[in-house]
């Protein structure tokens, strides 16, 4: 399991439908090593508090093997890593071999992977095109977020070094399949709702769903 990119950028202002839109999507790889804080990375930003960024959401992975993937469903776009917007091009780590509450250490940083990403409309943005978004979803390759459990240094090259799997043995793809509710799977639902080191807003979201 390898840290292949670290990715970083600033928010900034583009034109989008005719309108001004100020997003943090755009990520560049860098060559240095940089440090991983609670909220990010150094260097590193976001646009819109209230959707993106946060203690649950301080670090966003993408594992470089869905890059194929997106080669062959975008043979017209040039792919270059960070493009889906993450901070971490990973290899090795796969949404449905990863429990929610894992955790890791790369270098000296220490994270627990939290939960998938759902896309907004700047995913469109990045890749000119609106359907990305619905794309992106139908795909099941959403990568991963990380929250920092002790910020430290990371650069391209690091291992990720699993320290401890979450015993309750929810995926990553398993949250993104309840979310989908494809197929149903109530028992699942009832047990993520349930689930500690998954953010509260979900845990709402699911117990919401199981009263239903």
């Known amino acids: 399991m390898k840290l292949i990119s670290v990715n970083v950028g600033l928010p900034r202002e583009v034109n989008w439908n005719g309108k001004t839109v100020r997003t943090g999507i755009f990520k560049e790889p860098i060559s240095d090593r940089v440090m991983v804080r609670s909220l990010n990375l150094d260097g590193d930003g976001q646009a819109d508090l209230t959707v993106h960024g946060g203690l649950e959401k301080a670090v966003y992975a993408y594992p470089f093997e ?23 091009t990973t290899t090795g780590l796969k949404e449905a071999e990863l429990n929610i509450g894992d955790r890791f250490q790369i270098g000296t940083v220490k994270l627990m992977v939290t939960q998938p990403r759902l896309p907004c409309y700047k995913l469109g943005i990045r890749f000119g095109r609106p359907d990305m978004v619905k794309r992106f979803l139908a795909s099941r390759r959403t990568g991963f977020y990380f929250s920092v459990l002790q910020e430290g240094e ?3 090259g690091d291992t990720l070094e699993l320290v401890s799997r979450d015993e309750n043995n929810i995926t990553v793809a398993d949250i993104t399949q309840l979310y989908t509710r494809e197929p149903n799977n109530p028992e699942l639902l009832h047990r993520a709702a349930q689930l500690a080191a998954l953010p509260e807003s979900w845990r709402d979201y699911f117990q919401q769903q199981s009263r239903r």
């Open 154 to 156: 990371v650069g391209t």
């Open 66 to 88: 869905h890059y194929d993937y997106w080669r062959s469903e975008l043979p017209d776009t040039e792919l270059t890593l960070g493009n889906f917007g993450e901070n971490f």
